[in-house]
């Protein structure tokens, strides 16, 4: 029994390896690459300056969840070509001619996309050189960490055009602080690259020139950790900001003890008191 069970993993493991590295388009408006544990999903639909339209949307959340089981799958990097990261949805598919039955699924897809991320095993960054407007700001800030160039700016303008960025607003309140969530709502106004970075919406600010090296020196990081300890731990976090801090407190001891009985979680221990670097199995036990 237990060699169908290793001989089974060996084929898996065989099978991952096999798809290691491709390169592919989707629907000519989604670029996908995957190389080395790293997946990049880059927007290319500049003609629409990158729009989360419904497709563009169904697209992403197809890429991010279509590995979710491969543990060699380490991290997922969202980028965009042109000067625009994003313009947030396509408003054509929001206008007064549409159907409120398109709108309601501009939303309905929307939530999912945000939901494809925060479910995401493995961290998702976003890659960020140009403008993030509203959804495209929103999809910044609810990436688990974001890298973006200097010359990068954020803006949820929707207020301009008589559309509150309400959804839009739900990622900003839990990345910033009130007070700048409020401005760019209220306001429509742009926020600078280093004004994102002292307000949290991004982790690091990058010469455009070298975005592409800082973003890979976070993902080859990212890759020597565990990756069923991240998921583990990824899972927990955004559970505990619903929760208060003393059942956060509680739950959170439960998962440190979960986490001590993962076969990673005793490798660890394990190393740093044998004083050795660490062998994952990412979970493959």
Not at 109 to 137: Q, Y
Not at 151 to 161: D, I
Not at 209 to 221: A, F, G, P, R, S
Not at 255 to 277: A, T
């Amino acid at each position: 029994m237990n060699r169908n069970i290793f001989l089974l993993k060996y084929l898996q493991k065989q099978l991952n390896s096999a798809t290691r590295k491709y390169s592919l388009k989707s629907d000519g408006i989604l670029s996908v690459k995957y190389m080395d544990g790293i997946k990049t999903l880059t927007m290319t639909d500049q003609q629409t300056r990158n729009a989360l339209s419904i497709k563009m949307m169904k697209n992403l959340i197809e890429n991010i969840t279509m590995d979710n089981d491969n543990p060699e799958l380490r991290v997922i990097v969202i980028s965009a070509e042109g000067k625009v990261f994003s313009a947030g949805h396509n408003l054509k598919e929001l206008s007064p001619l549409t159907e409120k039955s398109i709108h309601e699924e501009v939303f309905k897809i929307g939530s999912e996309l945000m939901d494809a991320i925060i479910d995401c095993p493995v961290p998702v960054i976003a890659k960020v050189n140009g403008v993030a407007a509203a959804a495209g700001c929103q999809l910044v800030a609810q990436c688990d960490l974001a890298i973006c160039s200097e010359s990068s700016s954020f803006l949820t303008p929707g207020v301009n055009f008589g559309i509150f960025c309400s959804t839009p607003g739900v990622a900003l309140a839990r990345s910033v602080s009130k007070s700048t969530a409020m401005k760019m709502l209220l306001t429509g106004k742009a926020i600078s690259a280093l004004e994102a970075k002292n307000s949290g919406l991004v982790a690091d600010i990058s010469k455009v020139e070298n975005l592409d090296q800082t973003v890979e020196v976070y993902c080859e990081d990212i890759k020597m950790k565990s990756r069923e300890v991240i998921k583990l731990g990824k899972q927990f976090y955004y559970k505990q900001l619903n929760l208060g801090a003393k059942q956060a407190y509680r739950i959170g001891g439960n998962i440190m003890v979960k986490n001590l009985q993962l076969p990673d979680g005793k490798e660890g221990i394990n190393s740093f008191i044998e004083k050795r670097k660490a062998s994952w199995t990412h979970g493959m036990k």
